[in-house]
């Protein structure tokens, strides 16, 4: 199965799609550019790595636009045309697992799976909240750390707005906010350890998460740490190419697969 990286209308045929955090039902969520990325990219398998729905967001405020209900009927129609669906419940939508598991045998779901890629590597799949246990943050810096951040998604969400607007690509400007901050790059540093040392105690070779809206993709201390980022800040997903490859995308500089070799594999850039 071969790439295609045109633009005009030709999609990218990978072996398997993650997406993560795309937290639809949310007000915020930037499912205009997603739709935009899953027209141009079709695969074997899509595994949705939790916080696809957003139900705390939506008991709290009810919001959908056709733009929603577009993203789940493009997944679904993926599902009839033969693609393979798994759905991983995360912390958002962890309400939802019960009318997953009444939809069993239309799409697996799964609290972790374990994806063994065509090089035969066995990473294991979870949302991660399972971290925060272990990831742990005061609770004074927690509660101005929600406010600084919804405080940046609510910009980022109207500059971005513009930018469309005026046909310019999209800017991750909360994510850059985020990694500004040293407390909030701290965290991030001591999640990814976790997931890393999580997946190191149970014999994998690598962990695939998202949960923190954090795009990364790098090996820490010889486990493949691959974080898909969210559909709110990053806008980016991870895919595996048909020779096993695992990249990082991001809508729009690198919206489509590229070939490089495999063995430059380094941290995504900031």
């Given amino acids: 199965m071969g790439n295609t990286t045109g633009r005009s209308g030709a999609k ?20 205009r550019e997603l739709n935009d990325f899953l027209q141009g990219v079709e695969a ?9 729905v957003d139900a705390l967001e939506l008991a709290r405020r009810a919001f959908w636009t056709p733009e929603h209900t577009q993203v789940v009927r493009t997944l679904l ?20 697992a019960v009318l ?41 810096l927690s509660h101005v750390g929600d406010a600084l951040y919804g405080a940046s998604v609510v910009v980022s969400h109207a500059v971005n707005n513009l930018r469309r607007a005026l046909g310019k690509p999209y800017w991750p400007l909360a994510e850059r906010i985020k990694l500004s901050v040293g407390p909030s790059v701290r965290y991030i540093a001591s999640f990814e350890q976790a997931a890393v040392q999580h997946a190191r105690a149970l014999g994998y070779d690598g962990v695939i998460c998202g949960h923190i809206h954090r795009a990364n993709l790098r090996r820490i201390d010889g486990i493949l740490y691959c974080n898909t980022g969210d559909w709110v800040e990053s806008c980016s997903a991870l895919i ?3 020779q096993g490859e695992l990249q990082l995308l991001r809508w729009p500089e690198n919206a489509l697969p590229v070939r490089r070799p495999a063995a430059a594999l380094a941290a995504d850039a900031a």
């Fill in 100 to 140: 997953a598991d009444m939809l069993q045998g239309q799409f697996e779901v799964h609290r972790e799976w374990v994806h063994r890629t065509a090089r035969g590597e066995r990473l294991l799949v979870l949302h991660g909240d399972q971290f925060d246990e272990v990831v742990h943050c005061p609770a004074w």
């Fill in 240 to 242: 595996e190419t048909a």
């Fill in 12 to 31: 990218a045929w990978v072996r398997t799609l993650f997406l993560s955090d795309l937290h639809l039902g949310f007000r915020h969520a930037r499912v």
């Fill in 44 to 52: 074997e398998r899509i595994v949705l790595v939790g916080d696809i």
């Fill in 77 to 96: 129609a993926r599902q009839r045309a033969g693609t393979r669906l798994t759905y991983i419940p995360g912390n958002h939508d962890a309400s939802l």
